[in-house]
């Protein structure tokens, strides 16, 4: 049988013959039960609360058709270098306005209270240290993926949309407000809660489905040769090293763990959910209002014969949940804030070293803390897969690779200095470039000319790239807002 490329559709019209000859086989296995199942399934279809679910579900019982997955590609094709060869350490020059940092106002150090949860709800469940609770939906306990085809997640949805399901949907909205929840932060609160109910994942994955289509995100359900479940999510962002899919001119992904070779070909539909639209957007613009699980962390480098220390605190809540996000776009990560305890402890010690400083001098200190405060080791020497970390994270774990330092980097010169910078991707490499009236490497953006500054080379100063990028174009430039909140 030939395939067809980047999730384009085919007919797989033994499909549903396999799928009549499964039902078939499981009610001769299942007699007893068999009838009573029937009964609910059909009591449910008499009872949906949505007027859309009745054609919606007659839609799900059509033929599905065959869709072969695109394996997006990494964010790096190229291995980053394992090592790269420090510069000897070099003065920098001495130029520009005397600097003083402002710190924080106490404004931005309010924050909200947690939720509280109600006792009488007797479905609780721990989110990053918060607890939530929900309330019991005795009847979603009668969907079961029976048979285990097409068939079976028609039935499924047949019982759910004749649930109370609105009393859920308004649970996880009002804590997607109070923990200032993102569409990723709503999505895994919906995956954690979806299994909680369902100890079984085929179960579980749909009535998640479920949900987002009814939260109006835009999902679709799938099934894979061995009858397991798959949701396809339409996102606002390219996802890496995942599996996608087309449909109408948008993309969707499997963004849960999988084994590539297991989803090389789906059963799907092409039509959405009606009024289901919204794509999943992984910006963030403000971090959760999670627990408060308070670590210390202290780091110290030498910089001109001198041992510079620091410490500060950071919330492993917030990193846990960071830990959590996919590979996508890289400005999610440049423009993503930081938590105002780590932020204002660093600024604080890196005041007492900055104040007093000619700006050249102090953009030098930071781009050299970032280059020495950290070990390089690339992701898959310490994760073991591909991971691009948000700017709090960089400071927190032991290592860090070239794309994790540039977010950092940037940041900090953004919200320290209030000046313009911009991610420079090469094939194996990410450094920065700033909009400065400094001489040395650089690089034009916006017709505008920008100076090099590698967080990643160590001992490099402001305007000395790697040799090998100097004569090379960058593949592209990674947009950072000057406007971003900072918690």
Same mark, same amino acid.
């Given at each position: 049988?030939?395939?067809?490329?980047?999730?384009?559709?085919?007919?797989?019209?033994?499909?549903?013959?396999?799928?009549?000859?499964?039902?078939?086989?499981?009610?001769?296995?299942?007699?007893?039960?068999?009838?009573?199942?029937?009964?609910?399934?059909?009591?449910?279809?008499?009872?949906?609360?949505? &007027?859309?679910?009745?054609?919606?579900?007659?839609?799900?019982?059509?033929? +599905? &058709?065959?869709?072969?997955?695109?394996?997006?590609?990494?964010?790096? @094709?190229?291995?980053?270098?394992?090592?790269?060869?420090?510069?000897?350490?070099?003065?920098?020059?001495?130029?520009?306005?005397?600097?003083?940092?402002?710190?924080?106002?106490?404004?931005?150090?309010?924050?909200?209270?947690?939720?509280?949860?109600? %006792?009488?709800?007797?479905?609780?469940?721990?989110?990053?240290?918060? %607890?939530?609770?929900?309330?019991? @939906?005795?009847?979603?306990?009668?969907?079961?993926?029976?048979?285990?085809?097409?068939?079976?997640?028609?039935?499924?949805?047949?019982?759910?949309?004749?649930?109370?399901?609105?009393?859920?949907?308004?649970?996880?909205?009002?804590?997607?407000?109070?923990?200032?929840?993102?569409? +990723?932060?709503?999505?895994?609160?919906?995956?954690?809660?979806?299994?909680?109910?369902?100890?079984? &994942?085929?179960?579980?994955?749909?009535?998640?489905?479920?949900?987002?289509?009814?939260?109006?995100?835009?999902?679709?359900?799938?099934?894979?040769?061995?009858?397991?479940?798959?949701?396809?999510?339409?996102?606002?962002?390219?996802?890496?090293?995942?599996?996608?899919?087309?449909?109408?001119?948008?993309?969707?992904?499997?963004?849960?763990?999988?084994?590539?070779?297991?989803?090389?070909?789906?059963?799907?539909?092409?039509?959405?959910?009606?009024?289901? *639209?919204?794509?999943?957007?992984?910006?963030?613009?403000?971090?959760?209002?999670?627990? &408060?699980?308070?670590?210390?962390?202290?780091?110290?480098?030498?910089?001109?014969?001198?041992?510079?220390?620091? *410490?500060?605190?950071?919330?492993?809540?917030?990193?846990?949940?960071?830990?959590?996000?996919?590979?996508?776009?890289?400005?999610?990560?440049?423009?993503?804030?930081?938590?105002?305890?780590?932020?204002?402890?660093?600024?604080?010690?890196?005041?007492?070293?900055?104040?007093?400083? /000619?700006?050249?001098?102090?953009?030098?200190?930071?781009?050299?803390?970032? @280059?020495?405060?950290?070990?390089?080791?690339?992701?898959?020497?310490?994760?073991?897969? %591909?991971?691009?970390?948000?700017?709090?994270?960089?400071?927190?774990?032991?290592?860090?690779?070239?794309?994790?330092?540039?977010?950092?980097?940037?940041?900090?010169?953004?919200?320290?200095?209030?000046?313009?910078?911009?991610?420079? /991707?090469?094939?194996?490499?990410?450094?920065?470039?700033?909009?400065?009236?400094?001489?040395?490497?650089?690089?034009?953006?916006?017709?505008?000319?920008?100076?090099?500054?590698?967080?990643?080379?160590?001992?490099?100063?402001?305007? @000395?790239?790697?040799?090998?990028?100097?004569?090379?174009?960058? %593949?592209?430039?990674?947009?950072?807002?000057?406007?971003?909140?900072?918690?």
């Amino acid at each position: 049988m030939q395939h067809n490329k980047d999730g384009e559709q085919k007919l797989f019209s033994l499909f549903g013959l396999f799928s009549l000859i499964y039902i078939l086989g499981s009610s001769l296995l299942f007699a007893g039960s068999f009838e009573d199942f029937k009964r609910v399934q059909s009591e449910s279809f008499h009872k949906y609360k949505d &007027k859309r679910d009745n054609e919606f579900n007659k839609y799900l019982k059509e033929q +599905w &058709k065959e869709y072969t997955a695109y394996i997006t590609k990494p964010l790096f @094709q190229e291995q980053k270098p394992e090592v790269i060869t420090p510069l000897e350490e070099k003065k920098a020059l001495n130029v520009g306005p005397i600097v003083k940092i402002t710190l924080p106002s106490q404004k931005e150090q309010i924050e909200k209270k947690a939720p509280v949860v109600d %006792e009488k709800k007797a479905i609780k469940l721990d989110f990053f240290g918060r %607890e939530l609770g929900f309330s019991p @939906q005795q009847e979603i306990q009668k969907a079961k993926f029976y048979p285990r085809a097409q068939a079976g997640i028609s039935n499924f949805f047949s019982i759910l949309a004749s649930s109370d399901y609105q009393i859920t949907l308004a649970e996880i909205q009002r804590y997607k407000k109070e923990l200032d929840l993102n569409d +990723w932060g709503v999505y895994l609160l919906v995956k954690q809660f979806a299994v909680l109910q369902y100890k079984d &994942k085929d179960e579980a994955k749909i009535y998640m489905w479920f949900l987002f289509n009814k939260l109006q995100y835009d999902v679709k359900i799938a099934l894979n040769e061995s009858k397991h479940i798959y949701l396809l999510h339409y996102t606002k962002n390219q996802v890496y090293s995942k599996a996608r899919f087309r449909f109408n001119m948008k993309n969707y992904y499997i963004l849960s763990s999988y084994q590539v070779e297991d989803i090389k070909n789906i059963y799907t539909y092409a039509q959405s959910y009606p009024n289901a *639209t919204k794509a999943l957007d992984f910006t963030l613009d403000r971090l959760p209002q999670l627990a &408060k699980k308070i670590k210390s962390k202290h780091i110290s480098f030498r910089e001109n014969n001198k041992v510079y220390q620091y *410490t500060y605190h950071y919330n492993q809540e917030i990193i846990d949940f960071m830990k959590t996000y996919p590979q996508v776009n890289y400005s999610v990560y440049f423009n993503a804030p930081m938590e105002v305890i780590l932020y204002n402890d660093l600024v604080r010690d890196l005041k007492k070293d900055l104040d007093g400083k /000619k700006m050249s001098s102090a953009l030098n200190f930071v781009l050299h803390f970032v @280059q020495k405060a950290f070990q390089y080791r690339r992701d898959q020497q310490q994760f073991g897969y %591909e991971k691009v970390m948000f700017a709090e994270e960089t400071l927190v774990y032991k290592a860090s690779d070239c794309e994790d330092r540039a977010v950092l980097f940037a940041y900090l010169v953004k919200h320290i200095f209030g000046i313009s910078v911009v991610g420079v /991707k090469y094939s194996d490499h990410i450094s920065t470039a700033l909009y400065i009236p400094m001489r040395g490497d650089t690089v034009i953006y916006n017709q505008r000319r920008y100076v090099m500054a590698d967080p990643t080379y160590i001992n490099a100063n402001i305007g @000395q790239e790697i040799p090998k990028y100097r004569d090379i174009e960058p %593949e592209y430039f990674i947009q950072i807002e000057m406007k971003s909140k900072r918690v």
